[in-house]
């Protein structure tokens, strides 16, 4: 029997309902499996972000209907997504780990356990007590990592989680988001860095004008993109 | 006379004046009193209005707004007609008593709370507001989130409503009466000693609390910034 999809977009439509008003994102209609790990590529302004921000709920969808896979235990969302710039609150690192868990089912002091090793797995144990706004950007955004692992989401979406970092805080990251997924996450990331890309990414999917205009095996994407916009894009020239 | 009244001021606040110190701690007990409880209505209130969306709201916001330019006068006129004994709350009694004055001073400043509140509020639900989506928290959880967040700025605000409280004139001299022993504060004693050319005591007092808005100014600005250095 076939594996029910993680998430499944029908129609995903954002923007404007009036006629002739372009929309930021049309009629995505896309299936993610719980092994799936889909990188988004396309130009800024392409609507990349805007497509996980409305699978998401944070955006208001003007047609279509975003469906997720089965509930996730411990009253806690199905998916976790990560933005580019790292929301911190005003508490302590293990605290910031630990807040999502305690709007959760979860009796305090497990949460406060599973928080503890979420920490540990980003490798930052030692920064526990440590204010999550005074780290530097590389730790703070291995917090945001752990605090959405720690609520064990079946999709992961990451925003251009290492667009602000340095290569080696990047690299970091995207060892946690790998080791992520052999474990079982379904990952939905996007990027401009392509070198990311292609060492992540088992599917491409294109974005073009709030279009996805290419959904593709990654090792076929990369070496015969189906599209003109995403051969230009990956030779770094304009379309 | 200017000199010899200071001298005498100097002298009243060195004794530790008897008279003096009870007027002190009856301003400090009446002023504290009311910000607690202003704080406990306006920062919650100035929360919600800062979170939920709900029809009036903006009409909500533009009266606070507006709430925080209460002449104290009026005020206390107000509080006055429904604290005495034919008006709504006459019942209760407590028409010239501190508990009259602490009635007045929420009023006066529960507003100020809510608005400056509901402002510091929002400024950290804009920035907190996707990630708090994103986690599925809900509207209760995240005001409560908020506040906590915005505690450091939330505590200038109500040091801010003491402030206001303690150096406030009218309200308290029409619902309190200025009863000697009774509900005679700071500022009303200051007023009245003046009237009456007693400026060693009107002096003294001034002193005092000059120095207690000058304490509570510098203590906020102090935790702003030590806050800031600590938590970022």
């Given at each position: 029997m076939a594996k029910l999809p993680v998430l499944r977009l029908e129609n995903l439509t954002v923007g404007s309902r009036r006629a002739g008003m372009p929309s930021i994102l049309a009629n995505a209609s896309l299936s993610f499996a719980a092994d799936d790990c889909t990188v988004i590529l396309g130009p800024n302004g392409a609507g990349k972000s805007v497509l996980l921000r409305a699978a998401c709920g944070l955006l208001p969808i003007t047609q279509g209907s975003v469906a997720w896979g089965p509930?996730?235990?411990?009253?806690?969302?199905?998916?976790?997504?990560?933005?580019?710039?790292?929301?911190?609150?005003?508490?302590?690192?293990?605290?910031?780990?630990?807040?999502?868990?305690?709007?959760?089912?979860?009796?305090?002091?497990?949460?406060?356990?599973?928080?503890?090793?979420?920490?540990?797995?980003?490798?930052?144990a030692h920064l526990a007590a440590r204010p999550a706004r005074v780290l530097s950007g590389g730790e703070q955004q291995r917090v945001a990592l752990a605090r959405a692992l720690v609520t064990q989401p079946q999709v992961l979406m990451l925003d251009e989680p290492t667009a602000s970092l340095d290569p080696a805080s990047a690299a970091l990251v995207e060892d946690i988001v790998r080791q992520a997924h052999a474990s079982g996450v379904a990952v939905i990331w996007t990027t401009h860095r392509l070198g990311e890309a292609k060492r992540l990414a088992k599917r491409v999917l294109f974005v073009d004008g709030g279009q996805v205009v290419e959904d593709s095996p990654a090792s076929r994407f990369f070496t015969q993109p189906a599209t003109l916009v995403a051969r230009a894009y990956l030779q770094g020239e304009s379309a | 006379m200017l000199v010899q009244a200071l001298t005498e001021a100097i002298s009243l606040l060195l004794s530790g004046d008897g008279k003096l110190v009870k007027i002190i701690l009856l301003s400090l007990g009446v002023s504290g009193l009311a910000t607690l409880l202003a704080a406990i209505i306006g920062v919650p209130l100035g929360g919600v209005l800062a979170v939920a969306r709900f029809p009036g709201r903006r009409f909500l916001i533009a009266c606070l707004n507006a709430a925080m330019g209460l002449p104290p006068v009026v005020v206390g006129l107000i509080v006055y007609l429904l604290l005495s004994r034919a008006g709504p709350l006459g019942p209760l009694g407590i028409l010239f008593t501190p508990s009259a004055m602490v009635l007045a001073q929420v009023v006066l400043i529960a507003p100020i709370m809510a608005a400056l509140a509901r402002q510091i509020i929002e400024d950290t639900h804009a920035e907190y507001r996707e990630q708090l989506d994103?986690?599925?928290i809900s509207r209760w959880a995240a005001t409560a989130t908020l506040i906590w967040d915005a505690r450091f700025s939330l505590v200038t605000v109500v040091l801010a409503g003491f402030g206001r409280a303690m150096a406030e004139v009218g309200a308290v001299m029409i619902v309190g009466g200025n009863i000697d022993g009774v509900t005679r504060t700071m500022t009303t004693t200051i007023a009245l000693e003046t009237s009456k050319g007693d400026l060693p005591l009107a002096l003294a007092l001034g002193t005092v609390l000059l120095a207690l808005v000058l304490a509570i100014n510098a203590l906020a600005a102090w935790l702003k910034e030590w806050a800031v250095a600590r938590y970022g």
């Open positions: 509930a996730n235990r411990d009253g806690l969302p199905p998916f976790a997504l990560v933005f580019q710039k790292p929301v911190m609150l005003r508490r302590s690192a293990l605290d910031n780990i630990v807040y999502p868990l305690l709007h959760g089912t979860i009796h305090r002091a497990e949460a406060y356990a599973r928080a503890t090793q979420a920490l540990a797995q980003v490798g930052l | 994103a986690l599925r």
